[in-house]
C-alpha cells in the first residue's frame, strides 16, 4: 500500500516539475502590439561611444546599431580618433570597413544566447525529466 502511495507522489513531483518547465512563454505574440508606434530611436553621444570603444579589448564581439538603422554584429579590429574600423561576423567572409563614430548610434557588447542554445538546454531538461520519471516508476514499481 505504502509504495503505492510513494509511486502516486513521486509521479505527481516529476509531473509538476516536467510541466512547469524552465523558461516562461511570452504572454503576448510579437504582432499583439505592432499597430503602436514605436519608439523614436535614441542616439548616443558620439564622444561617449568613443570613450566606451577605447576600454573594450581589440577582438570583442560588439553590436552596432548605425544612424541610418542598419544593425550588425560585428569584431573590433582598431579604434582611431575618426571611428572604429570593425569587421562583420557573417557566414560569408566580409572585409574590415571603418564606421565613423558619428554614424553610430548604439554599440553595445553582443549578447551569445541563441534560439539553438535554449532548445537543446530545454531538449535536455527535458529528457532528464523523462528519464526521472522512468527511474521513479521502476523504483517504485512491484
Do not use: Y
Not at 44 to 57: K, N, Y
Not at 82 to 101: C, H, S, W
Amino acid at each position: 500500500m505504502t509504495s503505492k502511495i510513494l509511486g502516486t507522489r513521486a509521479v505527481a513531483i516529476v509531473l509538476a516539475i516536467a510541466l512547469t518547465g524552465c523558461a516562461p512563454r511570452p504572454m503576448f505574440s510579437s504582432t499583439a502590439f505592432a499597430t503602436q508606434r514605436r519608439p523614436q530611436r535614441v542616439v548616443d553621444d558620439p564622444a561617449l561611444i568613443r570613450r566606451f570603444v577605447q576600454q573594450l579589448p581589440i577582438g570583442s564581439t560588439l553590436t552596432i546599431v548605425e544612424t541610418s538603422g542598419a544593425k550588425s554584429t560585428v569584431l573590433l579590429m582598431a579604434v582611431d580618433p575618426q571611428g572604429i574600423v570593425v569587421k562583420p561576423k557573417t557566414r560569408i567572409p566580409e572585409p574590415a570597413r571603418m564606421v565613423p563614430f558619428d554614424q553610430l548610434a548604439r554599440v553595445e557588447p553582443a549578447s551569445n544566447h541563441s534560439f539553438a542554445k535554449g532548445f537543446w538546454i530545454g531538449t535536455a531538461v527535458g529528457a532528464g525529466s523523462f528519464f526521472l520519471f522512468l527511474l521513479f516508476l521502476v523504483a517504485n514499481g512491484d
